[in-house]
């Protein structure tokens, strides 16, 4: 067991030791808590009008009231004017304890051909690939401290294809509010790789069907880690506020690569992002690394590997690799206008593919309706890494192997129908392969077209 | 076909109806008496309310408490101050809820919630509609916004 690993389990059965203790608070035990404060600031409530009811009547028919009694009555007015308000505080803490939250997306989509996007949308009814369902449970421990979990089930589980709807821990940590600009956290977190990669599965707090797949189709597979957070507020003036984000961790988990399952480590995985805010205005910057282990390698690339070592003659494995994530990106929606877009680099070790990806979304807002246009481009940067005779050339029937090429323009439509759900329909174009797979499993050999519609909730 | 309106949807709707309709009045940004905080700008109010601050511009802890998305005052104040719609706000929140970023302010049913909570706690700051009239001995009008 590598260290790093036993490192990261700390925080992650600390984190699931607490559990317990956030679900023994029952709705029972929660009432009877209510019954009591209740029971509790009616007595004080009483008891003070008693008090109040008192020192007017023995105040009025005695013209010179003897000081220290009117004093001592006085204070005891005020302790117990003290106590209802302090009372009354608590049974609002107490109300907020538990905050129950959650999110939920049905969708459909279909395309003209029959490689599948994404692993899934091809040319048949696809009612998985945008579906979710999402549950949030924030237990406040004390005024300081947090525990968290969420858990989303994903009608296409991208990781383990056949299985469906199967419920995932994605969020599970204590949170520790240090001060009210620095928060500390650790367990299960979501890689803050992109922008929006820590709220991508929900699908209301963004225009499209789904994040655009040039930049999140690949690196949108990376979802939790395991480890520590620090979240902290740059004190800036002039009404700009900005938010850093550091951030230590791994996991092991299951990513589709090329259309094959790949088992992939992630070990210590370290970045740091900022995000500044002006008004309707958001930018983000961030830098992300981790060494990649490749825990299982599927056929293609286990022939590629063969292939490549007795092509160069030597050993060269792709069992362990270094990678960085680079982003920007930026988001503006001052209720009429929405502008949005990422440029992203990925780069991994040697002959792996290096991708350089974008897209840029604008959109206006007509009452409850948003139409919106995007433009996304995916491309593999460093094809001249992977020249290869056959039979590792021809593997991917690309020009170079692995290399990946693809744009789109999507034109969505999102209705806003009442505040927690929004309609979205969305057509998309997608060219520009020159002859690669692009993100399909494999080479469509045309431009396709995919209609989505989708129904996001938040509750 | 006859189409039936969920509870909630008719809510919402009437909500809408009331600041279509309705002639728009002050809203007033409120305290408790002893809270001898500044006076914010609207833009720090709306900071304040968005979660984005957590300290009024003097460095004192506050704790905003928003209204029911039922009332006048809610769309009359957010049409003002955080210039977003129900469904905006709802995004807005649905991100920073979902990263662990935040909770929105509490909700409260309407403006004689919101001046129960503003006359027994001194760290709340509220908004109420100008119908509601509330003595200056039992809260402090921060703002009036026209």
């Known amino acids: 067991m590598p260290a790093s690993r036993f490192r990261t389990a700390i925080p992650v059965a600390l984190a699931m030791a607490l559990s317990p203790a956030a679900q023994a608070l ?55 004017e003290r106590q209802v308000t302090s009372m009354q505080r608590a049974f609002r803490q107490e109300e907020g304890r538990l905050q129950l939250n959650g999110f939920a997306s049905a969708g459909v989509a279909t395309s003209n051909v029959s490689q599948q996007l994404n692993t899934q949308i091809h040319d048949d009814w696809d009612f998985n690939a945008d579906s979710v369902f999402g549950l949030q449970a924030n237990f406040r421990v004390n005024k300081k401290t947090q525990f968290v979990s969420q858990f989303v089930a994903r009608g296409v589980d991208e ?52 994040p655009p797949s040039e930049v999140y189709g690949l690196v949108g597979q990376f979802t939790a880690y395991d480890g520590f957070d620090v979240l ?82 030597q050993t ?81 029937n690309a020009p170079t192997f692995l290399d990946a090429e693809q ?11 009442m505040p927690g759900i929004a309609l979205k329909f969305e057509w998309q174009r997608i060219a520009d392969l020159n002859g690669t797979a692009g993100l399909f499993t494999a080479p469509p050999g045309k431009d396709v077209d995919v209609w989505s519609f989708v129904i996001d909730t938040v509750f | 076909m006859r189409t039936v309106l969920h509870p909630l ?44 601050e957590r300290l009024t511009p003097d460095g004192r802890m506050v704790q905003p408490v928003d209204q029911s998305e039922t009332t006048a005052a809610f769309h009359e104040f957010h049409y003002k101050v955080t210039g977003m719609s129900s469904s905006r706000l709802q995004a807005y929140w649905a991100k920073r809820i979902f990263t662990g970023r935040g909770q929105p302010p509490q909700r409260v049913d309407d403006d004689a919630a919101v001046l129960e909570m503003v006359t027994t706690d001194p760290t709340v700051i509220g908004y109420v509609s100008d119908k509601s009239e509330p003595s200056a001995r039992k809260v402090r009008i921060l703002l009036r916004i026209p």
Do not use: C
Request: aromatic share 12%; proline share 4%.
């Open chain 1, 26 to 80: 029952t709705e029972e035990e929660i009432l009877r808590r209510f019954e009591e404060y209740e029971r509790r600031i009616e007595a004080l409530e009483a008891e003070l009008r008693a008090v109040k009811a008192g020192k007017t009547t023995v105040a009025a028919p005695v013209a010179t009231p003897e000081p220290t009694a009117q004093s001592a009555s006085d204070k005891k007015l005020a302790r117990l």
């Open chain 1, 159 to 210: 990781a383990r294809s056949e299985d469906e709807f199967d419920a995932r821990v994605e969020w599970a940590y204590l949170s520790y509010q240090h001060r009210p600009d620095l928060k500390l956290r650790a367990g299960r977190l979501r890689l803050p790789i992109f922008m929006i990669s820590e709220y991508q599965e929900v699908g209301y707090t963004y225009p499209w069907a789904r």
């Open chain 1, 232 to 313: 902290y507020d740059l004190p800036l003036r002039g009404g700009w506020h900005a938010n850093l984000q550091a951030y230590w961790g791994g996991r092991a988990s299951t990513v589709l690569l090329a259309g094959s399952s790949i088992g992939v480590d992630l070990d210590d995985a370290v970045g740091v992002n900022v995000r500044l805010n002006y008004r309707d205005l958001d930018l983000f910057a961030g830098y992300n690394r981790a060494d990649l282990s490749f825990s299982t390698l599927p056929a293609s690339l286990a022939t590629a590997e063969a292939a490549l070592n007795a092509f160069a003659g």
């Open chain 1, 316 to 396: 060269l494995t792709v069992r362990k690799e270094d990678l960085t994530f680079k982003a920007l990106g930026w988001h503006y929606d001052d209720g009429d206008w929405l502008f949005m877009g990422e440029y992203t680099i990925f780069n991994i070790d040697e002959w792996l593919i290096d991708t350089e990806a974008y897209y840029a979304t604008v959109g206006h807002h007509f009452g409850r309706f948003l139409p919106h246009f995007t433009f996304g481009k995916l491309n593999t940067t460093d094809g001249s890494n992977r020249i290869f005779p056959a039979p590792v050339g021809n593997l991917r």
């Open chain 1, 407 to 417: 744009s789109s323009w999507t034109l969505g439509l999102r209705y806003d129908h």
């Open chain 2, 9 to 52: 949807a008719r809510l919402a709707f009437f909500g809408l109806m009331l600041t279509s309709s309705a002639a728009r009045g002050e809203v007033l940004v409120i305290v408790h008496p002893e809270n001898q905080v500044d006076a914010p700008t609207t833009q720090q109010l709306s900071d304040i309310f968005l979660g984005k």
